[in-house]
């Protein structure tokens, strides 16, 4: 993703970081077992990148349509408190969210990739979408990543951000 003026300023200002699930945290398919059991796989680029970001003082929340016990188990490992899954309607849920972290539409990212996204992209502050996301929601997001979701999409999303504030060259320090 190009780092321009208008994306950095915009980055500059978030204080809640939210993440759509598949498609996004994973790369979007689905394995199931012959007896119902469900698969994901996550990336464990993008599962550091989101607490480099946390660590950095940023919220993390996760919006999904589905419901799922495997994103719950994911969420309690990185450690995000804010999870509302099954919510096919993510502008109330953002609605929700808000009451629970109150910022401003402004100061809130949001990394996507389909149409269920784009209502809560185009409101708030910083809307991404991911290289693999559908053609019209790349066209109305302010920047779209250069790796797949799941994928280092979300690592690149988290960067963009601490970037933005200053924060990633210290956290890449505290490994050196």
């Known amino acids: ?11 500059s200002r978030i204080r809640l970081a939210i993440f759509d699930v598949d498609g996004v945290l994973t790369d979007g398919r689905l394995f199931f077992m012959p007896d119902g059991t469900e698969f994901k796989s996550f990336n464990t680029l993008d599962g550091h990148g989101i607490k ?12 999904s349509g589905r419901q799922s016990p495997l994103v719950e188990r994911r969420a309690a490992n990185l450690g995000i408190k804010h999870l509302i899954q099954g919510r096919e309607d993510k502008l109330n849920a953002l609605a929700e969210l808000r009451q629970i972290v109150p910022v401003e539409l402004e100061q809130i990212a949001f990394l996507g990739d389909d149409l269920p996204d784009l209502p809560v992209m185009r409101r ?3 809307g991404i979408a991911v290289a693999t996301a559908d ?14 979701g799941g994928a280092g999409a979300a690592r690149e999303f988290c960067e963009l951000i601490m970037q933005a504030q200053g924060t990633l060259d210290a956290a890449r320090a505290a490994y050196l």
């Open 1 to 11: 993703m190009s780092h321009n003026h208008e994306l950095l300023t915009r980055a």
């Open 52 to 63: 480099m970001l946390m660590a950095s003082g940023v919220e993390v929340a996760i919006i």
């Open 124 to 126: 708030v502050g910083l």
């Open 135 to 148: 053609a019209f929601v790349r066209e109305q997001a302010h920047g779209v990543t250069l790796a797949n």
